[in-house]
C-alpha cells in the first residue's frame, strides 16, 4: 500500500508541470494516482471546482477545498454540524459480526463527544478536557518527551542508515501519548495494536478480516482504559485521566449543580478520541518534519545554530503535512457555500491537505518554507469549536523531537536513490517510510 | 486599547495563553481568564498575535 511520489516532491516545478496534466474527469477518492500524490488534484479543484462533487463509500459528497469555504464551514457549526463521520465499511455480514462481536466481549457503547459533537453538547465536553490541554499543562511532559527521544536515539545503536518512522517518530508519538494517557509499559505492544486498529475504515477501503481484528482491539482497548478509570478514580495521580474523571463545570454552567462529570462511555470515547487524534497525526507531523529538514539542509542547519527557528520549522512542518488530511461535515439546512446551492443534509469533506496549500492565501505553497510570514495562519490546526485542542501537546513533542535530534546529530539525508513513500489514505494520509542517513555529532 | 473576551465563542484552546500568558490563563474549570485586560504598548503586538490566531475568534480589541 506504498507508493513512491518522490518524482513530484522533488522539485516544485515538477507539482506544476503534472497539475497541468491532471484530469478530474471520472475522478475517485480511492484512484491510486490521486492518493499517490493528491496535491495537483487538488490543486485543479481549487482552480476550476472549489467545492468538487465525487461519491464516496456509496455516498455522494462535496470537497471542499479553499481556504476561504474551509474557513467558513469551519466557523459555521450550526449549519455544517460534525455529527457525521464516512468510514469504509466491511461487507454486512462482517459488520453484524463485528456488532455481535462487541457485544460479546464487553464492548462499551461509542458516543459523541468531541469531534463529533456539536454545539451545545460540545462545549461541555470542551470545556471539561480544556484545562488538561493549555501550554502549561504540556510543559510537565516536557522532561519526559526528551527522556523518551533520547532513549529512541540511543535504541538505534549507531546505525547510520534508518527508516526513520518506524525506528523515532512512530515510537515516539506512539510512548508520548501512552504516557498522556497512562498506559503501563508492559502494554506498549498492545496498545500499538489498539491504536493502528482504531481508525480502521477512515480514508480507505476495508477487509472483513481487517474489520473483524479492529472491533476485537477497540473492545480490548475500551477495557484496559476502563481499568485504567477505575484505578484513578480509587487512586487518583497528578495526570490526565484523573483529570478527566474529576473535571468538573462550575456551578453557572452546570445543569443540575453536580458539574456534569464525565460517564464511564463519555470517558473511553474522550480517550480513544485523544488515542486516535494525536497518536497518528502527531507521528505523521512528526515525520513530515525530518522529511523536509533532510530535504532542505539549510534548515537542518539552521535549526541547529538557532533554536529560535525552531518553532517556525515546527509550524511550517505541521501546516506541510496537514496530518488531519480531511474532516466530515453533515448540512443541516439549505445553505450556499462558494455560490453553490448546497441542500440539508449533504456531506462535505472539509480537505486540509487542499486549503493549507491554497495559493490565493498562500504564496509560493507547495514550498517547505519556515521563513513565510503569517506562518500561523493556517487551517491544519482546523479552525472555530473544533480547532486542535492538543496542539500544544503536538507542538512540544515536535520541539523535543527537533531539541534532542539537532542536539547529538549533526546531519539527516535521505539516501542517495532511495526516497520518502507514502500511505495510500485520503482521511489519515502520511509518510508510510522514510529512509535516512544520519551522522552522529 | 482593551481585550475583549467573548466568552460564548471561547473554547478554551489556550493557544492565546501560549502567546502572552501574563494576559491569558485558561483555569481549571476550562474558563479563560483575562489577568489584564488594558494592553501596554509593548505587548500590542504579541496581543494582536492573539487576537489573529484565536481559533474561535473569541478575541478582539476596543479602543478604551
Known amino acids: 500500500m506504498e507508493v513512491d511520489v518522490n518524482s513530484h516532491l522533488g522539485v516544485d516545478q515538477v507539482v506544476r508541470e503534472t497539475a497541468r496534466r491532471i484530469s478530474l474527469d471520472n475522478f475517485s477518492l480511492l484512484d491510486p494516482d490521486f492518493l499517490a500524490d493528491p496535491y495537483p488534484y487538488f490543486a485543479e479543484m481549487r482552480r476550476h471546482r472549489p467545492v468538487f462533487p465525487t461519491v464516496v463509500a456509496g455516498t455522494p459528497i462535496l470537497i471542499v477545498t479553499t481556504d476561504e469555504l474551509c474557513r467558513s464551514v469551519l466557523e459555521d457549526p450550526a449549519t ?59 510543559t510537565k511532559w516536557q522532561q519526559s518527551f526528551t527522556e523518551l527521544a533520547n ?131 502527531t507521528t505523521r507531523a512528526l515525520t513530515e518534519m525530518f522529511h523536509q529538514l533532510a530535504r532542505h539542509p539549510v534548515w537542518w542547519e ?49 480537505s486540509f491537505a487542499s486549503c493549507t496549500r491554497d495559493e490565493a492565501v498562500i504564496e509560493d505553497a507547495e514550498s517547505f518554507d519556515p521563513t513565510r510570514t503569517e506562518l500561523r495562519s493556517h487551517l491544519a490546526w ?18 523535543v523531537a527537533l531539541d534532542v535530534l539537532t542536539d547529538r546529530l549533526s546531519a539527516v539525508a535521505i539516501p542517495t536513490g532511495k526516497s520518502a513513500t507514502y500511505e495510500r489514505n485520503y482521511i489519515a494520509r502520511g509518510i508510510a517510510s522514510l529512509p535516512l542517513q544520519i551522522t552522529y555529532r | 486599547v482593551k481585550i475583549v473576551l467573548d466568552y460564548d465563542k471561547c473554547s478554551g484552546n489556550g493557544i492565546c495563553e501560549s502567546i502572552a500568558p501574563e494576559y491569558y490563563h485558561v483555569a481549571d474549570d476550562g474558563d479563560l481568564v483575562l489577568l489584564k485586560e488594558q494592553v501596554s504598548d509593548q505587548d500590542i503586538g504579541a496581543i494582536r498575535r492573539t487576537v489573529a490566531e484565536c481559533p474561535t475568534g473569541a478575541l478582539t480589541l476596543a479602543p478604551q
Open chain 1, 382 to 399: 482546523g479552525r472555530g469549536i473544533h480547532a486542535c485542542l492538543g496542539q500544544s501537546l503536538a507542538r512540544a513533542q515536535m520541539r
Open chain 1, 302 to 350: 539552521r535549526a541547529t545554530t538557532d533554536p529560535e527557528s525552531r518553532p517556525a520549522i515546527i509550524e511550517e512542518s505541521v501546516r506541510f503535512a496537514a496530518p488531519a488530511v480531511g474532516l466530515w461535515r453533515r448540512v443541516t439546512r439549505d445553505t450556499q457555500l462558494g455560490g453553490i446551492d448546497i441542500p440539508a443534509r449533504t456531506k462535505i469533506l472539509v
Open chain 1, 151 to 281: 532513549e529512541l536515539l540511543d535504541g538505534l545503536d549507531g546505525a547510520t542508515e534508518v527508516e526513520f518512522r518506524s525506528a523515532f517518530t512512530d515510537p515516539l508519538g506512539l510512548r508520548a501519548i501512552a504516557l498522556v494517557l497512562g498506559v503501563e509499559d508492559s502494554r506498549l505492544d498492545d496498545f500499538a495494536r489498539w491504536a493502528r486498529h482504531t481508525l480502521i475504515g477512515l480514508g480507505t477501503e476495508v477487509s472483513d478480516e481487517e474489520y473483524l481484528a479492529a472491533q476485537r482491539s477497540v473492545v480490548e482497548l475500551q477495557l484496559y482504559f476502563a481499568g485504567i478509570i477505575a484505578d484513578r478514580r480509587a487512586r487518583p495521580r497528578d495526570d490526565l485521566v484523573t483529570r478527566l474523571v474529576n473535571a468538573r463545570l462550575n456551578a453557572a454552567e452546570s445543569e443540575n449543580g453536580d458539574g456534569d462529570p464525565l460517564t464511564d462511555p463519555e470517558l473511553l470515547e474522550m480517550m480513544q478520541t485523544l488515542l486516535s487524534a494525536a497518536g497518528h497525526t
Open chain 1, 80 to 138: 455544517f454540524s460534525s455529527h457525521f463521520s464516512l468510514q469504509n465499511k466491511p461487507s454486512p455480514e462482517a459488520a453484524a459480526r463485528g456488532q455481535a462481536l462487541r457485544e460479546e466481549l464487553g464492548g462499551y457503547p461509542r458516543v459523541n463527544t468531541l469531534v463529533t459533537e456539536d454545539p451545545p453538547r460540545h462545549a461541555r465536553f470542551r470545556k471539561l478536557v480544556a484545562s488538561a490541554f493549555t501550554p502549561r499543562a504540556m
